[in-house]
């Protein structure tokens, strides 16, 4: 059965600090993963990965896909406190049934 | 421009009625997509609308169903509420269809809506 596992599940740093959160899964037919943002709202799309090695950046973010080892990372560098959140990871195959992740909260402390 | 926007924003029904969500894409966005989240299942896609078309569609029973107007707002209706129904909808659009498309979603504030 297809399944996504994020972890941690929750992670608290301090402000500055670089974090990377792991995301694995188990997909038959992979189109491609997605990474979210989720506050007190609506998530906020993040980036989407469909191919290995290339790395996709936006300001402190950035996101790397490895499709022969079945994992994604998502790095956030100089923390700070308005990155609190929790970030869920979605992969989609080409069935379209997607998966999620339970999410792993982030708690970033002045 | 005016965001997703999503109506009601929370509801509170009884088991065995059914209710009608409303979504409002971004303006010149005709690709709409429906999300289910709960603490316990995380989120889970529905379905996606294109051009009035379901175009994808998630592991979710037949009580759950939508549809797309030729103004591309979308509506989403659950008959038969049960307990577990309760939950956050989202609804996201995008200009391209297809969750695999480079397109950025974007997402509405979401209907909470409650089952009582």
């Known amino acids: 059965e297809d399944k996504v596992v994020q972890s941690p599940l929750s992670l608290v740093v301090h402000e500055g600090d670089t974090v990377t959160l792991n995301c694995s899964y188990e997909v038959t037919n992979f189109r491609s993963l997605l990474w979210y943002k989720q506050e007190k709202k609506a998530p906020t799309f993040l980036f989407m990965l469909?191919?290995?090695?290339i790395e996709k950046k936006s300001g402190r973010l950035s996101s790397i896909l490895d499709k022969k080892e079945l994992f994604s990372i998502l790095n956030i560098t100089a923390t700070q406190t308005g990155d609190s959140a929790v970030y869920l990871c979605a992969v989609e195959p080409y069935n379209n049934d997607m998966r999620f992740g339970a999410g792993t909260r982030l708690t970033v402390k002045p | 421009k005016a965001g997703v926007t999503q109506t009601p924003r929370y509801l509170i029904k009884t088991r065995g009625q059914q209710v009608t969500l409303s979504c409002s894409p971004i303006?010149?966005?005709?690709?709409v997509s429906w999300y289910q989240q709960t603490p316990g299942q995380g989120l889970q896609f529905l379905f996606e609308?294109?051009?009035?078309?379901?175009?994808n569609k998630g592991n979710f029973p037949g009580r759950f169903s939508g549809r797309q107007f030729s103004n591309s707002r979308s509506e989403m209706n659950v008959s038969t509420l049960e307990l577990g129904d309760s939950a956050l909808y989202l609804c996201a659009s995008s200009l391209e269809p297809g969750l695999a498309s480079t397109d950025t979603q974007y997402f509405g504030p979401g209907t909470r809506l409650t089952v009582l």
């Open positions: 609308y294109f051009s009035e078309t379901q175009r």
């Open positions: 303006s010149g966005h005709r690709s």
């Open positions: 469909t191919s290995s090695g």
